[in-house]
C-alpha cells in the first residue's frame, strides 16, 4: 500500500497490457445481432429497456387503481379486476421492473467500472436476460386467461385453496421461478466478475461503492431467492398434486407460508434498496466535487445491512399468532437496521458538506431520495413497534411506507442511475431542463400520492380494499393522492420523452461529462465492445481523479517545457 | 445574479414543506383526528398504542428535521458558486463512532420505551369482581372477562357468546367490561380490525389468535377486514355495539332463544319432511 501510494500516477505508455486489436467477429447487424448478444453493454441495454417497459406498464395499473379510489363507490374496475391489478401491479414492480433495472445498471457497468472487458460468464449473462424476459412473457400472458388475484403476497390458503378460480396463481409461481433463477444467475455473475477481474491495483478497499453494493445484494439473493422458489413449489404442488403444505384441513400450515415467503420477502426489500444506496454513494461525491464520506463505514453497512436483513423477516407478521417473545425479537432486530441505515444518511449528508454542489439531475434525484428515503425509514422503525404496527399494518400507511422506500428510494435511484450514466451509454446527454422539470414532477407528485396515505390509514382504510362507503370520510385523501399519483406519472413520462429525445438530438459529449470518479468514464461514450484499449493501475477510490491530475500535470509541465 | 440564484435554491428547498402544508389544511376538519394520530376513544388499548405513537411520532419528527435541515444547509452554503473548492475530506472517525452511537442509542431509547408500554396495550387489566361485568353475565361475580369467539369467512364475520348465542356482521358488547376475542377462520386468512378498540390480529386458518378490549361508552364502532381474502374483501365489514351489561345480558339471552326456536322450526320441517 505505502509503496504504491508514493508512485506517482500515470497513464500506461507504450504497448497495451492487451492487445486491441485481437480477432474480432464482425458485429451482427440488427436485431438478430441484439437477440443473440453475450456483451455485457447490450444485454444491459436490452434489461434497461425492458423494465422501463414494465416500469411504464405497472405505472398504468398504478393509475387504473388510483383511478378506482378517486372517489367512494367508484365502478370502474369490479372487484375481481381490481385484485388483479393489485397483483399485477404489485409482481411486475418488483420482479420485472426494479430487480432488472438494477441487473441493468449492473451488466452495463460494473465490468466498466472494475476496468474489465466483459462479464465473467458472458452466455450465462445472456441467460439471465432471457430467463427475465421468460418469466415477463409468462407472466403477462396471464392477461389473455385469468389473471392471478392474490396480491404480490399470494398468502395462503387464498392461493393454494379453491378460493380463486382459474389458473393466475400458477402463471404467478412461474414469474417467481423464472426471474427468481435469472436474479440467482445474474448475481453469481456479479460476485465472479468483481471478485476476479478487478483492474491490477483495485483492492477490496478501491472497489466502488456501487459494486460493494452489488455484492451485499448477491449475498441476500444466494440467500433468500432459494427459499422463495422452494416455497412456491410447494404451492405449485399444493395446488395440483395433491400435497398439504398450506392447507390447515389437512395438517399444513397457512403460517408456513407467511413465515418462507417473507424469509425472502424482507432481504427482497433490501436486494431492491442496497444498490441504490451504492448507486447514491457514487453519484454524490461527483457532484459534490468531494471524496465519498466514510468509504468503509458505507461498505460495511451495505454488508451489515445484508445480514440483518435476514433476521427481520416476522415483523410482516405482527398480527398473525405469534409468541410474545418472537414478536418482541422481530421488533428488536428490525429497529436494529435502522442503525446502518442511518449511518448511511449520515455520511451522505456529510458527503455534501464543504463539497462544491453541482446542480445537475443526478444530484437533483440523489437529494430527493435523501429526502424521502429518510422519511421513509423512519416511518419503518415506527412500524416495527409491533402494537403500533397492529394498528398500522395492512393499511395504507404501511402502503405510503414501502412506496417512500421503493419509489422515493429505489426509483428515485433508478432516475439518478439513468441521468448519470445515459451519456455513457449513447454518447448523448439527456435534457437538463427537461430532466429537472421531470425531477420536480415526480416529487410533488409523490408527496402529494403518499404523504396523505399514510393519514387514510391512520384513519382505518385497510390496503387492497376495491372501494370505499362515503361516510367513512375518506374521500379528499384518496383523491388528492390520486391526483398526485398523474402528476407522477407525468414526470416520469417527461424522462421517456427526454430520453427518446435525446437518443437522436442530445448534446454529444465526450469519455467524461461529470469528471467521474470511477473508470467507467475512462472509456468511450459509447465505450467499444472490448471496453478498454488499456486498463490503468488503479491507486485510489478514484482512479478517475488520479488520470486527470496526471493529464493535467504532464500538460502544465509540456507547456512550461 | 448570485442573489437570484440563492433565492431560487431556497425556494425550492421550501416547497416540500409548503406542500405538506398545503395538504394539511386542504383536509377536512373531522380528519385532523386520524390524520397524524391512530384513532382512540374506543377501549383503553387503543388510547395507550396512540399515547406511544405520539411520543415516537415526535422523535422520529425531531430526527427526520434534523437531516433535512443539515441537507438544505449542505445544499446551500456548499453550492458550486459560493463554494468553488471542495474540502477532500474522506471521512473523521471520531465522529463516525460518535454518531453511530447516537444512532444505537436512540433506538436503544425507544425500544425500551416501547417495551414499558407494552403490558398495560397487550394485557387486559387484571379485573376486580366488578359489578357491572357480573350483570353482563360473566362467571365467577364479576372476575375475569367476557370471552367472545370471532370467526372469519369469506365474507363476513361471526361472533359466538359463551351462552352459545351467536351474530353476524354486528357484535353487542357490554360497556365497562373487558371483553377477550378468540379470532380464528375457517377459510383464507382473515385480519379482524375495529380501529378504535386497538390495533388488528389476523384471523388465520388453523391458529387462534387473541385481543381484547373495553369499551368506555355506548356507541358503534365501526371495522373491516384488513387482510385481502378474495373479491369481497372491501365489504366484509364489521361492526361493535357497546351496550349497558343489562342491556347486553337481555340481548344475548333474547337471541339465543331467537337461535334455538328457529332450529327447534328447522328440526321440526326437517322430520316432516317439508322443505323450508
Not at chain 1, 404496527?389 to 405510503?400: H, K, M, N
Not at chain 2, 376486580?128 to 369467539?149: F, N
Not at chain 2, 378474495?230 to 351489561?245: E, F, L, Q, T
Request: hydrophobic share 50%; aromatic share 12%.
Amino acid at each position: 500500500m505505502a509503496a504504491t501510494t508514493t508512485t506517482p500516477t500515470r497513464i500506461p505508455a507504450g504497448v497495451p497490457q492487451i492487445a486491441v486489436d485481437r480477432v474480432r467477429r464482425p458485429a451482427t447487424p440488427g436485431w438478430v445481432g441484439w437477440v443473440t448478444t453475450t456483451d455485457h453493454k447490450r444485454i444491459g441495454v436490452m434489461y434497461l429497456t425492458t423494465a422501463f417497459a414494465f416500469l411504464l406498464i405497472g405505472g398504468v395499473e398504478a393509475l387504473l387503481m388510483r383511478s378506482q379510489l378517486a372517489v367512494p363507490k367508484n365502478t370502474l374496475l369490479t372487484p375481481e379486476t381490481y385484485n388483479q391489478v393489485v397483483t399485477l401491479h404489485g409482481t411486475t414492480m418488483v420482479f420485472l421492473v426494479v430487480m432488472p433495472v438494477w441487473a441493468g445498471f449492473a451488466n452495463y457497468m460494473v465490468p466498466l467500472m472494475i476496468g474489465a472487458r466483459d462479464m465473467a460468464f458472458p452466455k450465462l449473462n445472456a441467460f439471465s436476460y432471457w430467463l427475465y424476459a421468460a418469466g415477463a412473457i409468462v407472466f403477462y400472458a396471464s392477461l389473455l386467461f385469468t389473471p392471478p388475484e392474490a396480491g404480490w403476497t399470494a398468502y395462503t390458503p387464498l392461493s393454494s385453496g379453491p378460493y380463486i378460480p382459474g389458473n393466475g396463481t400458477d402463471a404467478w409461481i412461474f414469474v417467481i421461478h423464472l426471474t427468481g433463477l435469472s436474479s440467482l444467475l445474474g448475481a453469481l455473475n456479479v460476485t465472479v466478475t468483481i471478485a476476479n477481474m478487478r483492474a491490477p491495483g483495485m483492492g477490496w478497499g478501491r472497489l466502488p461503492l456501487f459494486c460493494w453494493s452489488l455484492l451485499a445484494q448477491a449475498i441476500m439473493i444466494f440467500l433468500t431467492l432459494p427459499v422463495v422458489a422452494a416455497a412456491v413449489t410447494l404451492l405449485l404442488t399444493d395446488r395440483h398434486f395433491g400435497t398439504c403444505f398450506y392447507d390447515p384441513t389437512c395438517g399444513g400450515s397457512a403460517m408456513l407460508w407467511q413465515h418462507l415467503f417473507w424469509f425472502f420477502g424482507h432481504p427482497e426489500v433490501y436486494i431492491m434498496i442496497l444498490p441504490a444506496f451504492g448507486l447514491i454513494s457514487e453519484v454524490l461525491p461527483v457532484f459534490a466535487r468531494k471524496p465519498i464520506f466514510g468509504y468503509k463505514a458505507i461498505a460495511a453497512s451495505s454488508i451489515g445491512i445484508a445480514f440483518l436483513s435476514m433476521l427481520v423477516w416476522a415483523h410482516h407478521m405482527f398480527a398473525t399468532p405469534l409468541a410474545s417473545v418472537v414478536l418482541a425479537f422481530f421488533m428488536l432486530s428490525s429497529m436494529a437496521i435502522a442503525i446502518p441505515t442511518g449511518v448511511k444518511i449520515l455520511n451522505w449528508v456529510a458527503t455534501l458538506f464543504h463539497g462544491s454542489i453541482a446542480f445537475r439531475t443526478p444530484l437533483y434525484f440523489a437529494v430527493g431520495f435523501l429526502v424521502l428515503f429518510t422519511l421513509g425509514g423512519i416511518t419503518g422503525v415506527i412500524l416495527a413497534i409491533y402494537p403500533i404496527d397492529r394498528q398500522l399494518t395492512d393499511t395504507y400507511f404501511v402502503v405510503a411506507h414501502f412506496h417512500f422506500v421503493l419509489v422515493a428510494g429505489s426509483v428515485s435511484a433508478v432516475m439518478a442511475a439513468l441521468y448519470y450514466w445515459f451519456p455513457k451509454m449513447t454518447g448523448r446527454a439527456l435534457s437538463e431542463p427537461l430532466g429537472k422539470a421531470s425531477f420536480w414532477l415526480q416529487f410533488v407528485g409523490f408527496l402529494v400520492t403518499f404523504l396523505v396515505q399514510h393519514s387514510l390509514g391512520l384513519s382505518g382504510m385497510p390496503r387492497r380494499v376495491y372501494t370505499y362507503p362515503a361516510d367513512s370520510g375518506w374521500g379528499t385523501d384518496n383523491l388528492v393522492s390520486t391526483i398526485g399519483a398523474f402528476i407522477l406519472g407525468v414526470g416520469v413520462l417527461l424522462t421517456v420523452v427526454n430520453v427518446l429525445v435525446s437518443l437522436r438530438r442530445g448534446r454529444r459529449v465526450g469519455p467524461d461529462p461529470w469528471k467521474g470518479n470511477t473508470l467507467e468514464w475512462f472509456t468511450t461514450s459509447p465505450p467499444p465492445p472490448h471496453n478498454f484499449d488499456a486498463i490503468p493501475r488503479v491507486r485510489s477510490v478514484e482512479p478517475m481523479r488520479d488520470i486527470r491530475r496526471a493529464v493535467r500535470e504532464r500538460t502544465e509541465a509540456a507547456r512550461a517545457g | 445574479m448570485k442573489r437570484s440564484a440563492f433565492d431560487r435554491h431556497r425556494a425550492i428547498l421550501a416547497l416540500p414543506g409548503v406542500a405538506v402544508v398545503a395538504l394539511a389544511f386542504a383536509m377536512p376538519a373531522p380528519a385532523w383526528a386520524g390524520a397524524l394520530l391512530p384513532e382512540r376513544g374506543g377501549s383503553p388499548n387503543a388510547d395507550r398504542i396512540a399515547s406511544l405513537y405520539e411520543v415516537v411520532l415526535i422523535i422520529a419528527g425531531v430526527v427526520f428535521a434534523g437531516v433535512t435541515i443539515a441537507l438544505a444547509i449542505a445544499l446551500v452554503r456548499y453550492r458550486e458558486r459560493r463554494n468553488p473548492l471542495a474540502a477532500q475530506i474522506r471521512g473523521h472517525t471520531r465522529l463516525e463512532i460518535a454518531w453511530t452511537c447516537a444512532a444505537a442509542v436512540l433506538i436503544v431509547f425507544i425500544a425500551a420505551f416501547s417495551l414499558s408500554k407494552f403490558g398495560a396495550i397487550n394485557h387486559p387489566p387484571k379485573a376486580a369482581a366488578s359489578p357491572a361485568a357480573a350483570t353482563a353475565g360473566v362467571p365467577d361475580g364479576g372476575r375475569g372477562a367476557l370471552h367472545i369467539q370471532v370467526t372469519g369467512r369469506q365474507y363476513v364475520w361471526m361472533f359466538s357468546y359463551p351462552n352459545g348465542a351467536f351474530s353476524y356482521e354486528e357484535m353487542v358488547a357490554p360497556v365497562g367490561v373487558t371483553v377477550e376475542l378468540d379470532i380464528t377462520s375457517v377459510d383464507v386468512a382473515h385480519s379482524w380490525w375495529m380501529p378504535k378498540l386497538g390495533g388488528k390480529l389476523d384471523a388465520v386458518p388453523g391458529y387462534v389468535n387473541h385481543t381484547w378490549f373495553r369499551l368506555e361508552r355506548p356507541g358503534v364502532y365501526r371495522g373491516q377486514c384488513a387482510e385481502l381474502c378474495g373479491r369481497g374483501h372491501a365489504d366484509m365489514v364489521a361492526r361493535v355495539r357497546g351496550v349497558s351489561p343489562a342491556a347486553y345480558k337481555a340481548w344475548v339471552t333474547r337471541q339465543k332463544q331467537l337461535i334455538d326456536q328457529a332450529n327447534q322450526r328447522a328440526a321440526r320441517d326437517r322430520a316432516s319432511g317439508r322443505q323450508p
